[in-house]
């Protein structure tokens, strides 16, 4: 129940041993989690919420109704290696400044990289971080052995000789990068000095490159800081033109690096009611339409707008990949209220699985198969089958169980299932015979359309599947399309008699082309109509006399018989 309009609610923090307001609230709950929400980013040593009632005399009463303390920090930092449970095989020096590598690197030194405030790629172009690592105490070795006893597992090679080999690839990139440090290369402001500074690289180019954009980033031991001057680089090679290609998908994979840190995705993404709400803007953020959260950093709008242009292939990467895990894990969606736990899940849900696929595909599939297993717990142990259709129950139209089965067809449990989870699709789609089973009416006929048009297209191009299915599952679809067109009059409210005749041959023409039909009966429903009006004695004249500006006439003739030609017409 709301509180009434005298009640209001501050949330504080304890700063140079005063009570410092940081918020205000209407909502007791809302306080209570925002104040939960800044203790466990660890910046504060205490939060409480303070309730402000006033009375009719117009005096304030105010009442501490939540004070928690942040646990004491003994010792030094933590930097115990964190666990890693399987690590690419490595054959070259070259491997070792891979992705795969890097984000391996990322995970198993998370403690270290935080505490220092350096990525995997600055760790690794850095001769001095390099050796700032290795002198940690037993940090390195640890880390060369916990990866070799991975690796060796995978290849079938001897526990030493996979330590011994990283030993040496590890040497060989500590002399590499104190060559490149050696020359004392001027540390670069600005992209084109980076680009100018390694002009006659040649084979090392992308590592000279990254060597100096290593020296600069270096500079700044803040990950907000680093990303900024990540965005600034970006900016300018906007502007550099093909050039800067490169570059970006260096920079990418120093985002991604990043973008790897736990505590930087706290800090970027700003408040969060709860850790399903994190998981939808860690989604908006990786597709380039996220908002900024309050208390979000303004990098958050640089970053996003970034994302929106394609070019942070790894840094969505690793961004999908977060959610997977978290959606796939233990930690509860709605933390503060219990409740809400299925409905938060639901919407992380929906926020992945839309009617053109799965964001994250395989493993996001998977995470929300093992998340809704753990919600339904109380079932006692649930077969693979079982959670799946419990899954199934949770989204809400044909088209996205499709789309969600064919994800999960890519992801190990789906493998596993093997001609079971082909079964249980078939069965899916086969069953549903009309559009309301596909896709719900309150959506209109464009989003409905399309909507069959993505399954479609998804069936044929799904590997996993043998052709005969595919075929007979993707034609089944585009039969349930055709039966909508005939049954709703589609193309008859396209087509209107008593249109002029160059408004109607228009409107068909650019519904063929507009993707919401399936190549097949229901594209040849539209084409059929189009081929009618073509066919009639003295086309041309008749839809010259029909636009209603005659001096627009040959323009619209023209525009006609383009989309024409662009829809396959002859």
């Given at each position: 129940?709301?509180?009434?309009?005298?009640?209001?609610?501050?949330?504080?923090?304890?700063?140079?041993?005063?009570?410092?307001?940081?918020?205000?609230?209407?909502?007791?709950?809302?306080?209570?989690?925002?104040?939960?929400?800044?203790?466990?980013?660890?910046?504060?040593?205490?939060?409480?919420?303070?309730?402000?009632?006033?009375?009719?005399?117009?005096?304030?009463?105010?009442?501490?109704?939540?004070?928690?303390?942040?646990?004491?920090?003994?010792?030094?930092?933590?930097?115990?290696?964190?666990?890693?449970?399987?690590?690419?095989?490595?054959?070259?020096?070259?491997?070792?400044?891979?992705?795969?590598?890097?984000?391996?690197?990322?995970?198993?030194?998370?403690?270290?990289?935080?505490?220092?405030?350096?990525?995997?790629?600055?760790?690794?172009?850095?001769?001095?971080?390099?050796?700032?690592?290795?002198?940690?105490?037993?940090?390195?070795?640890?880390?060369?052995?916990?990866?070799?006893?991975?690796?060796?597992?995978?290849?079938?090679?001897?526990?030493?000789?996979?330590?011994?080999?990283?030993?040496?690839?590890?040497?060989?990139?500590?002399?590499?990068?104190?060559?490149?440090?050696?020359?004392?290369?001027?540390?670069p402001k600005t992209l084109a000095?980076?680009?100018?500074?390694?002009?006659?690289?040649?084979?090392?180019?992308?590592?000279?490159?990254?060597?100096?954009?290593?020296?600069?980033?270096?500079?700044?031991?803040?990950?907000?800081?680093?990303?900024?001057?990540?965005?600034?680089?970006?900016?300018?090679?906007?502007?550099?033109?093909?050039?800067?290609?490169?570059?970006?998908?260096?920079?990418?994979?120093?985002?991604?690096?990043?973008?790897?840190?736990?505590?930087?995705?706290?800090?970027?993404?700003?408040?969060?009611?709860?850790?399903?709400?994190?998981?939808?803007?860690?989604?908006?953020?990786?597709?380039?339409?996220?908002?900024?959260?309050?208390?979000?950093?303004?990098?958050?709008?640089?970053?996003?707008?970034?994302?929106?242009?394609?070019?942070?292939?790894?840094?969505?990467?690793?961004?999908?990949?977060?959610?997977?895990?978290?959606?796939?894990?233990?930690?509860?969606?709605?933390?503060?209220?219990p409740k809400q736990e299925t409905?938060?899940?639901?919407?992380?849900?929906?926020?992945?699985?839309?009617?053109?696929?799965?964001?994250?595909?395989?493993?996001?599939?998977?995470?929300?198969?093992?998340?809704?297993?753990?919600?339904?717990?109380?079932?006692g142990t649930l077969g693979t089958?079982?959670?799946?259709?419990?899954?199934?129950?949770?989204?809400?139209?044909?088209?996205?169980?499709?789309?969600?089965?064919?994800?999960?067809?890519?992801?190990?449990?789906?493998?596993?299932?093997?001609?079971?989870?082909?079964?249980?699709?078939?069965?899916?789609?086969?069953?549903?015979?009309?559009?309301?089973?596909?896709?719900?009416?309150?959506?209109?006929?464009?989003?409905?359309?399309?909507?069959?048009?993505?399954?479609?297209?998804?069936?044929?191009?799904?590997?996993?599947?043998?052709?005969?299915?595919?075929?007979?599952?993707?034609?089944?679809?585009?039969?349930?399309?055709?039966?909508?067109?005939?049954?709703?009059?589609?193309?008859?409210?396209?087509?209107?008699?008593?249109?002029?005749?160059?408004?109607?041959?228009?409107?068909?023409?650019?519904?063929?082309?507009?993707?919401?039909?399936?190549?097949?009966?229901?594209?040849?429903?539209?084409?059929?109509?189009?081929?009618?009006?073509?066919?009639?004695?003295?086309?041309?004249?008749?839809?010259?006399?029909?636009?209603?500006?005659?001096?627009?006439?040959?323009?619209?003739?023209?525009?006609?018989?383009?989309?024409?030609?662009?829809?396959?017409?002859?």
């Amino acid at each position: 129940m709301s509180p009434p309009p005298n009640v209001s609610f501050e949330i504080q923090v304890l700063t140079d041993k005063h009570w410092v307001v940081a918020d205000f609230a209407n909502d007791e709950a809302k306080a209570r989690a925002f104040a939960d929400n800044l203790l466990q980013k660890g910046n504060h040593a205490a939060v409480r919420v303070v309730r402000d009632r006033r009375g009719l005399d117009g005096l304030h009463t105010e009442t501490v109704i939540q004070e928690k303390t942040a646990a004491p920090r003994t010792g030094g930092p933590d930097l115990s290696l964190a666990p890693v449970k399987d690590a690419p095989l490595c054959r070259s020096l070259g491997d070792f400044y891979g992705i795969e590598a890097r984000l391996t690197l990322g995970r198993m030194l998370r403690k270290y990289l935080d505490e220092v405030v350096v990525s995997p790629s600055e760790l690794l172009h850095s001769a001095a971080e390099m050796k700032r690592f290795g002198d940690r105490g037993t940090l390195l070795f640890a880390a060369i052995d916990r990866i070799s006893t991975l690796q060796a597992a995978t290849s079938g090679e001897d526990g030493k000789t996979r330590r011994d080999f990283l030993s040496r690839m590890w040497d060989e990139g500590l002399a590499r990068a104190r060559k490149v440090a050696a020359s004392k290369p001027k540390t670069p402001k600005t992209l084109a000095e980076v680009l100018k500074g390694v002009e006659k690289g040649g084979d090392e180019h992308p590592y000279l490159c990254l060597s100096l954009m290593t020296l600069r980033l270096l500079e700044t031991r803040s990950w907000i800081g680093k990303l900024d001057t990540i965005l600034g680089w970006a900016a300018e090679a906007t502007e550099m033109g093909p050039q800067a290609g490169s570059a970006l998908a260096l920079m990418d994979g120093i985002v991604a690096d990043i973008l790897n840190s736990a505590q930087l995705i706290q800090d970027l993404l700003g408040y969060q009611a709860n850790l399903g709400a994190a998981l939808c803007s860690l989604s908006d953020l990786a597709e380039g339409t996220g908002q900024a959260a309050k208390f979000a950093p303004e990098t958050f709008n640089g970053l996003n707008a970034l994302f929106a242009t394609g070019v942070l292939v790894e840094g969505r990467r690793v961004l999908l990949d977060r959610v997977a895990r978290e959606l796939g894990g233990q930690n509860p969606l709605s933390r503060n209220e219990p409740k809400q736990e299925t409905e938060v899940c639901h919407k992380v849900m929906h926020r992945l699985v839309g009617h053109r696929g799965v964001l994250g595909e395989g493993a996001s599939a998977e995470a929300m198969v093992h998340r809704i297993a753990h919600i339904h717990a109380h079932l006692g142990t649930l077969g693979t089958v079982q959670a799946v259709e419990l899954t199934l129950s949770a989204l809400s139209d044909g088209v996205r169980r499709v789309q969600f089965l064919l994800a999960l067809a890519k992801a190990p449990m789906g493998l596993a299932m093997g001609r079971g989870l082909v079964d249980l699709l078939s069965g899916r789609v086969l069953g549903a015979k009309t559009m309301n089973e596909w896709v719900p009416a309150r959506l209109g006929p464009p989003e409905r359309m399309a909507a069959l048009a993505a399954a479609n297209r998804s069936l044929l191009a799904s590997a996993e599947l043998d052709e005969d299915t595919r075929r007979q599952l993707a034609s089944h679809v585009d039969e349930t399309l055709a039966a909508y067109l005939v049954d709703e009059g589609v193309i008859e409210k396209i087509d209107k008699p008593d249109d002029p005749l160059a408004l109607r041959a228009i409107r068909l023409i650019k519904f063929c082309g507009s993707g919401v039909l399936i190549e097949g009966k229901s594209l040849n429903l539209a084409r059929a109509r189009v081929i009618e009006h073509l066919r009639q004695p003295q086309f041309e004249e008749k839809f010259l006399a029909s636009v209603p500006k005659p001096s627009e006439a040959e323009k619209h003739l023209r525009e006609f018989h383009r989309l024409l030609v662009e829809t396959g017409f002859r």
